[in-house]
C-alpha cells in the first residue's frame, strides 16, 4: 500500500541523525550528552507524595481538558505572571507542548484561504513538531530565517503581502529554541498587529518562559490582551522546563473561547488526557513559585559560567533565556564530531534543527549545547569544548 506523500520529505529527526553521525566514533573522555533539552535538576519535595497519594486515580478515565483544579491552577499562574484573567474554558489541559503545538494546528488550520493553499510560517531554526503539523493539514510550510541579522527572530513582516493574506498560522518560540532570544513586547505588538491585518493565528509556543537571566519574558497571549487582540493568539507552556518535569507530559493552551473549544473538540477524540494523579502534581507546581526560583537561580549560575569560559570567542552571544547556548563553528557536523571524538562531549549540530532553504541552512554554523547537567559537570564539559574548538579564540 502506498504511504501518504505529505510525509514524505521529511529529513530524519535531529536525534537519530546525530547517533547516525556519531556511529563508530569512540568518545575520548567520559561522555557527557549535551544535546537534549532535558532538564536534570531535582524534581519538586511534593510530586512524590502527591503520586502517592493519588495513586488510586490511575483507576479512573481522566477529562480530557482537565480537572477544575488544574484549570484554576493555570488561570492563577497566568494572571500572577501576566496579568491576564482567563476562565477556564479558555485553557485545555495537554500532554506537553509538543502535543498541543500539533493538535492546534489540526484544530484551527482552514483547507484553503484566499481560495488557495495556506501557509504557515515558521521561525527557521525551529523546534521540529511546527514542520510536522504544517505537513499533516497540507499547509505550505514557510521557512523563515531567524538569524544573527533579524535578532534571531523571524521577520514575519518582511514576507510579501500576497503571501501572508494566505497565511493561517505563525509559529513564534519565545524564549526561542535553540537560540535564547526574547522577543520583546514591541515583536510581539508588531506580530499581532500584523495577523490581524491579514486574518491568521499566532501559535506561543513559551515552554521556556520561566528561565531567564534577569527580566521576565514577555507573553503573547498578555500583548494580545491589552491589544484586544486575544483571537489571535495561542499560548503553549509546560511543566517540562519550568518545574523539572519532562516525564510528567503536562502542559497547556490557552486563548480565545473560540480556539480553546475547537482544540478541546478535536482532542476528545484524539487526545490522550493527562492521568489524574499527573494532574494532581501539575495543580500544585502552577500553584508553586519557591521551586521555579530555585530552579532559575541554578541556570543563572551556569549562564555566568558560559559567560565566562566562552565570553570571548568571537561570535558568542549568552542566551537571553532558556537553556541552551548557540555557538558559532565552522560546520555543526565537524564540530560535533570532533567534540565527541576528543573530549567526549555530545553536542547537537545547528543544521538539524533548521531546514535548507535555497542554498542556506541557518543552521549550519552552530551546534546547540543544552545546559541542563549540574553546575561542576556544566563548567568541565564547557572547559573541555572551550580548549577543542576553540584553541585559538
Not at 31 to 60: Q, S, Y
Not at 87 to 96: D, E, K, V
Not at 231 to 240: E, Q
Request: aromatic share 8%.
Amino acid at each position: 500500500m502506498a504511504q501518504p506523500e505529505r510525509f514524505s520529505n521529511l529529513p530524519e529527526y535531529a536525534f537519530p541523525r546525530l547517533r547516525n553521525l556519531l556511529n563508530g566514533v569512540e568518545p575520548g573522555g567520559d561522555p557527557v550528552v549535551m544535546t537534549i533539552g532535558e532538564p536534570r535538576h531535582p524534581m519538586p519535595d511534593f510530586v512524590a507524595p502527591i503520586i502517592t497519594e493519588t495513586l488510586p486515580l490511575f483507576g479512573k478515565y481522566p477529562p480530557n481538558e482537565g480537572t477544575p483544579e488544574l484549570l484554576d491552577a493555570i488561570a492563577g499562574w497566568v494572571q500572577r505572571r501576566y496579568g491576564v484573567e482567563l476562565s477556564p474554558s479558555r485553557i485545555t489541559a495537554l500532554n506537553g507542548t509538543r502535543e498541543g503545538l500539533f493538535n492546534a494546528a489540526l484544530a484551527l488550520c482552514p483547507e484553503q484561504k484566499a481560495g488557495d493553499r495556506p501557509a504557515i510560517l515558521i521561525p527557521n531554526p525551529f523546534y521540529q513538531v511546527y514542520a510536522v503539523a504544517a505537513a499533516a493539514v497540507s499547509a505550505q510550510p514557510v521557512f523563515v530565517p531567524a538569524t544573527e541579522q533579524t535578532g534571531f527572530l523571524p521577520d514575519y513582516a518582511a514576507l510579501d503581502p500576497s503571501l501572508l493574506d494566505r497565511t493561517v498560522i505563525a509559529y513564534i518560540c519565545s524564549p526561542a529554541n535553540p537560540q535564547g532570544s526574547v522577543a520583546p513586547d514591541a515583536y510581539l505588538e508588531r506580530l499581532l498587529e500584523l495577523a490581524d491585518r491579514h486574518d491568521f493565528l499566532v501559535f506561543s509556543d513559551e515552554c521556556y518562559s520561566e528561565i531567564y537571566r534577569e527580566t521576565p519574558p514577555p507573553g503573547a497571549l498578555a500583548v494580545a490582551d491589552r491589544m484586544g487582540l486575544a483571537d489571535r493568539v495561542v499560548i503553549f507552556n509546560s511543566l517540562s522546563k519550568r518545574s523539572n518535569l519532562p516525564g510528567l507530559r503536562s502542559g497547556f493552551a490557552a486563548g480565545s473561547e473560540a480556539n480553546i473549544a475547537a482544540l478541546r473538540r478535536l482532542r476528545s477524540y484524539s487526545g490522550a488526557p493527562v492521568p489524574l494523579p499527573a494532574q494532581a502534581v501539575s495543580a500544585a507546581a502552577w500553584a508553586d513559585e519557591a521551586h521555579v526560583d530555585a530552579n532559575r537561580a541554578l541556570y543563572q549560575r551556569k549562564y555566568d559560567l558560559a559567560d565566562r569560559l566562552l565570553g570571548n570567542v568571537p561570535g558568542y552571544r549568552g542566551p537571553e533565556a532558556g537553556f541552551f547556548l548557540w555557538l558559532p563553528v565552522e560546520d555543526g557536523e565537524a564540530a560535533a564530531v570532533t567534540l565527541w571524538r576528543e573530549a567526549g562531549i555530545q553536542v547537537l549540530p545547528g543544521a538539524y534543527l533548521a531546514r535548507q532553504v535555497g542554498d542556506e541552512n541557518p543552521g549550519q554554523g552552530y551546534i546547540r549545547v543544552a545546559l541542563v547537567a549540574d553546575e561542576d559537570t556544566t563548567a568541565r564539559a564547557l572547559g573541555l569544548l572551550r580548549q577543542t574548538i576553540y584553541r585559538g579564540a
